[in-house]
T-cell receptor
Framework: KAGVTQTPRYLIKTRGQQVTLSCSPISGHRSVSWYQQTPGQGLQFLFEYFSETQRNKGNFPGRFSGRQFSNSRSEMNVSTLELGDSALYLC?????????????FGAGTRLSVL | AQTVTQSQPEMSVQEAETVTLSCTYDTSENNYYLFWYKQPPSRQMILVIRQEAYKQQNATENRFSVNFQKAAKSFSLKISDSQLGDTAMYFC???????????????FGKGTHLIIQP
């Protein structure tokens, strides 16, 4: 089966710009969650979407937003980029938010903010 | 909120040896899931093994097994007959049962960098 696909793999932006990251889940998976990975803070949960609705949200400012489409694909948007937003952004999919079998992760999008 | 602690930032062992990675967690929840994920240099996180807190039997997947001590809130990963391909970052993760993790999602430890030497 095809895995979780994230595009683009790399992005370079400047402070103040906005960026949109895309995630296509595994076929049949309806839950998509996003994580930020940095050397200092490690892996932190951003939010989770299921059936086009945000079900859970981590402790990130409102500049970080997302959405999910009817085909379960998800996008994450970061507005007014700051240097500290430089990170690896990982998308994960699962059958449902409550599924305890683990999440399947994509390879990530590396965002660099200059 | 939950916390997950991995006290070994880096470990190095010889190929074919057995290695144990430590993980402790803190939670007031009674039902939850625990996971070990592997992140090789390619960056793709791969699920290695999972454990349901209400199951007393330790999970096993081929060369990978866990020692789950619920009362001690400990969840260590043992890798037997280690191989060069096991070289990666290993993350311990926690998820509350029934809510998809709620506002915490998956809570990860800081990771252990495991190096398998030839």
């Amino acid at each position: 089966k095809a895995g979780v696909t994230q595009t683009p793999r790399y992005l370079i932006k400047t402070r103040g710009q906005q960026v949109t990251l895309s995630c296509s889940p595994i076929s049949g998976h309806r839950s998509v969650s996003w994580y930020q990975q940095t050397p200092g803070q490690g892996l932190q949960f951003l939010f989770e979407y299921f059936s086009e609705t945000q079900r859970n949200k981590g402790n990130f400012p409102g500049r970080f937003s997302g959405r999910q489409f009817s085909n379960s694909r998800s996008e994450m948007n970061v507005s007014t980029l700051e240097l500290g937003d430089s990170a690896l952004y990982l998308c994960a999919s699962s059958l449902a938010p409550t599924y305890g079998g683990g999440r399947d992760f994509g390879a990530g999008t590396r965002l660099s903010v200059l | 909120a939950q916390t997950v602690t991995q006290s070994q930032p880096e470990m190095s062992v010889q190929e074919a040896e057995t290695v144990t990675l430590s993980c402790t967690y803190d939670t007031s929840e009674n039902n939850y899931y625990l996971f070990w994920y592997k992140q090789p240099p390619s960056r793709q996180m791969i699920l290695v093994i999972r454990q349901e807190a209400y199951k007393q039997q330790n999970a096993t997947e081929n060369r990978f097994s866990v020692n789950f001590q619920k009362a001690a809130k400990s969840f260590s990963l043992k890798i037997s007959d280690s191989q060069l391909g096991d070289t990666a970052m290993y993350f311990c993760a926690f998820m509350k049962h029934g809510t998809g993790g709620g506002a915490d999602g998956l809570t990860f430890g800081k990771g252990t960098h495991l190096i398998i030497q030839p």
